[in-house]
C-alpha cells in the first residue's frame, strides 16, 4: 500500500507548521521582554519627542498611500475621467485611458505628479487633484490580555488609551502596569513600558501617547 503524501498535503502541513512556530517565537520574545522589565525605558522618554509634533503628526503631504485606502482623483472639466478608487492589494488603481497605475508607497503629492505625465497624451495642459478620503492602510497589532487581540486601524490621533479601548479593554490578570510599546525607531525597533493604570488614575497622562503605523502594544 502507497502511503505518500501528495505534494500539496504536504506543503499545507509545512505552511501550518511554519505559521505555528513563528507565533511560538514572537510569544517567546515578548515573554523575555516582560521578565526583563527592569532595563526597559518608560514610554515617557517619548513624550518630549511627541509634544514637539514632529514624530507622530503626519500631514497629508508626508501621507504615504496604502492598500485600502481610498483616493479622489479628479481631473478638471474632465468628469468622465474624475474617480473615486480604493488602492488594491497589489497596490495598483485602475483609472480611465491609464489603466493599472502604481498608487501605494507615493504620497497624494507624488501621485497626482504622476498622474500630469500619464495624462498628458489624452488631455491638453491636464489640472489634477489627488484627494485622500478615507485612510485604511495605516495598523497598528494588539497582543496578549487585550479582550480583542490582533490587527487594528489606526486613526487620527489615536492615543495608546483609545486602542485599549477598540480593543475592548484589558483581560483578566492583565498585567496593567508593565504594558509594552514596541515600535520601529531609525529602521530599529524598540521596546517601551506603559503604565496602564498610572494613566487610567490620572496620575501620570504623559504616557498616554499617540500612536504610531506599525506600532505593537503587548499587554502581559
Aim: charged fraction near 25%; proline fraction near 4%.
Amino acid at each position: 500500500m502507497n502511503c505518500r503524501l501528495k505534494p500539496q498535503t504536504a506543503k499545507r502541513s509545512w505552511g501550518d507548521t511554519y505559521t505555528m512556530l513563528r507565533k511560538v517565537i514572537l510569544f517567546i520574545g515578548l515573554a523575555m521582554l516582560v521578565a526583563c522589565g527592569g532595563n526597559i525605558p518608560s514610554v515617557k522618554t517619548l513624550t518630549k519627542d511627541q509634544k514637539s509634533n514632529r514624530s507622530t503628526v503626519v500631514t497629508i503631504e508626508a501621507y504615504v498611500i496604502g492598500p485600502g485606502d481610498v483616493l479622489a482623483v479628479d481631473i478638471w472639466k474632465e468628469p468622465e475621467l474624475s474617480k473615486q478608487v480604493s488602492v488594491r492589494l497589489d497596490g495598483n488603481i485602475s483609472l480611465p485611458l491609464v489603466n493599472d497605475i502604481r498608487a501605494a508607497g507615493l504620497t497624494p503629492t507624488e501621485l497626482r505628479n504622476y498622474l500630469l505625465i500619464r495624462y498628458k497624451d489624452y488631455v491638453e495642459t491636464p489640472e489634477i487633484s489627488v484627494t485622500l478620503l478615507e485612510s485604511h492602510s495605516r495598523k497598528i497589532y494588539l497582543l496578549g490580555k487585550v479582550n480583542k487581540s490582533g490587527e487594528m486601524e489606526l486613526q487620527k490621533n489615536m492615543t495608546f488609551l483609545q486602542a485599549i479601548s477598540r480593543a475592548g479593554g484589558l483581560g483578566q490578570w492583565a498585567d496593567s502596569s508593565n504594558v509594552r510599546l514596541i515600535r520601529k525607531i531609525d529602521g530599529v525597533e524598540r521596546t517601551f513600558r506603559i503604565d496602564y493604570e498610572a494613566i487610567i488614575s490620572g496620575e501620570d497622562l504623559s504616557q498616554n501617547i499617540l500612536l504610531r503605523p506599525n506600532d505593537m502594544i503587548f499587554v502581559p
